[in-house]
């Protein structure tokens, strides 16, 4: 085990070590004597562990980073930057674009225009084979489909620019089923029986809000959560524009320039936010401003269904994703918090908070490549809400 090095040697995480270490990564040296003693009034995030972090960035494997924290009655959140990163950046989200995915699905279920335990095949007959036709709606959220994996989706291997490459959503499901196939995968995992964390499920839940609605999912998307919510900072890109808002960071994986980049995630991890935004969709999301009784309920609920092995993104052999596209998370000091991690290359971003909204935080990391992002995450999260218990 190798030690961090000196931009993460002094980080705080309420006297506990990060429970979350990817094989290879460095752990960092956490002491519970090096935090500032809180005065009345004052919230610690304000003066110590996030701070503490963001001081000591640049550094190889994160070369920028900006975090949002928010809560405790204030009205002013408070925002802290290292490197070249705007406060008020737009990046992009990744796989955070799955809880706006799982919401407009859950509205369109409230509307009776889904139905949430029906197989997806009554919708999807052309796209879902019938070797997975029992597989319904809700299993598509909450990933407990059994569907395989994706499969010819744009990466390194492809080459210079590879992140420049596209792909329709209809190709990534389609590219999925074929390689199963062709792999000889056999039987389907049996539907609702393991949770496994797979992006092709809401590539199908994203067509899915097409075929019933009749209109793009960009525009029911916008129609729905964006233009009611005031998120003047979100969007999600047509497929041939590779742009980001200014301001923005510029971001590099290796050598390699990669802020401009094809959204071809699209309602799976395609969409551009800022901090302030997702935090005000969250917000709303939380306090069921966007869904009725019903269908809020099923935000934050969690199949009760092992985690299999490769679900990496669960801890402990327990599934930690809910129907309404959240990961819950109980960190160091046992405060369990909700929310959503999400990257694209050159950028690692999340959106957690606890159920009450009293302490929330959204950021957004620049990873270089050169290692794993992973301690820095969770480090960033455990800092946010050390003193939250």
Same mark, same amino acid.
């Given at each position: 085990m190798r030690r961090c090095p000196s931009a993460l040697r002094r980080l705080v995480v309420t006297g506990a070590a990060l429970a979350v270490i990817t094989s290879g990564a460095c752990v960092p040296v956490v002491t519970a004597s090096a935090v500032p003693q809180r005065s009345a009034g004052a919230a610690s995030w304000e003066s110590a562990p996030v701070r503490e972090l963001l001081a000591r960035l640049p550094d190889r494997v994160v070369a920028g980073a900006l975090v949002r924290v928010a809560g405790d009655g204030r009205a002013t959140p408070w925002t802290g930057t290292a490197?070249?990163?705007?406060?008020?950046?737009?990046?992009?989200?990744?796989?955070?674009?799955?809880t706006f995915t799982s919401t407009v699905v859950l509205q369109l279920a409230a509307e009776h225009r889904i139905v949430i335990d029906a197989p997806v095949r009554r919708y999807l007959p052309d796209l879902?084979?019938?070797?997975?036709?029992?597989? $319904?709606?809700?299993? /598509?959220?909450?990933? &407990?489909?059994? !569907?395989?994996?994706?499969?010819?989706? %744009?990466?390194?291997?492809?080459?210079?620019?590879?992140?420049?490459?596209?792909v329709s959503p209809q190709d990534v499901v389609r590219g999925a089923f074929a390689a199963a196939e062709s792999q000889g995968a056999g039987q389907p995992t049996e539907p609702g029986s393991v949770q496994q964390y797979n992006g092709v499920n809401t590539f199908v839940a994203g067509l899915l809000v097409e075929k019933v609605t009749g209109r793009t999912f960009k525009d029911e998307l916008t129609r729905r959560l964006i233009r009611p919510l005031g998120l003047r900072d979100t969007s999600l890109p047509a497929p041939d524009d590779m742009s980001v808002p200014a301001p923005h960071a510029r971001v590099h994986v290796g050598t390699d320039e990669v802020t401009e980049q094809s959204p071809w995630a699209?309602?799976?991890?395609?969409?551009?936010? $800022?901090?302030?935004? /997702?935090?005000?969709? &969250?917000?709303? !999301?939380?306090?069921?401003?966007?869904? %009725?009784?019903?269908?809020?309920?099923l935000v934050f609920t969690v199949p009760d269904v092992p985690s299999a092995p490769?679900?990496?993104?669960?801890?402990?052999?327990?599934?930690?994703?809910?129907?309404?596209?959240?990961?819950?998370?109980?960190?160091?000091?046992?405060?369990?918090?909700?929310?959503?991690?999400?990257?694209?290359?050159?950028?690692?971003?999340?959106?957690?908070?606890?159920?009450?909204?009293?302490?929330?935080?959204?950021?957004?990391?620049?990873?270089?490549?050169?290692?794993?992002?992973?301690?820095?995450?969770?480090?960033?999260?455990?800092?946010?809400?050390?003193?939250?218990?």
């Open positions: 490197g070249e990163v705007p406060r008020d950046a737009h990046f992009r989200i990744g796989s955070v674009t799955k879902v084979p019938a070797a997975y036709g029992t597989v $319904t709606v809700r299993q /598509l959220l909450d990933h &407990t489909s059994g !569907l395989p994996a994706p499969a010819g989706i %744009p990466g390194p291997a492809d080459g210079p620019g590879w992140w420049r490459k596209s699209w309602a799976e991890g395609g969409m551009i936010s $800022t901090a302030a935004d /997702l935090d005000r969709f &969250t917000t709303a !999301l939380f306090r069921g401003r966007l869904l %009725p009784p019903a269908q809020q309920k490769t679900n990496t993104n669960c801890i402990n052999g327990t599934s930690c994703f809910s129907v309404g596209g959240l990961m819950r998370v109980t960190l160091d000091n046992g405060v369990t918090v909700w929310g959503k991690t999400g990257s694209r290359p050159g950028w690692t971003n999340g959106v957690f908070a606890t159920r009450d909204l009293r302490r929330r935080v959204a950021y957004s990391l620049n990873p270089t490549g050169a290692a794993s992002e992973r301690p820095y995450v969770m480090a960033v999260v455990n800092s946010a809400f050390a003193d939250a218990g």
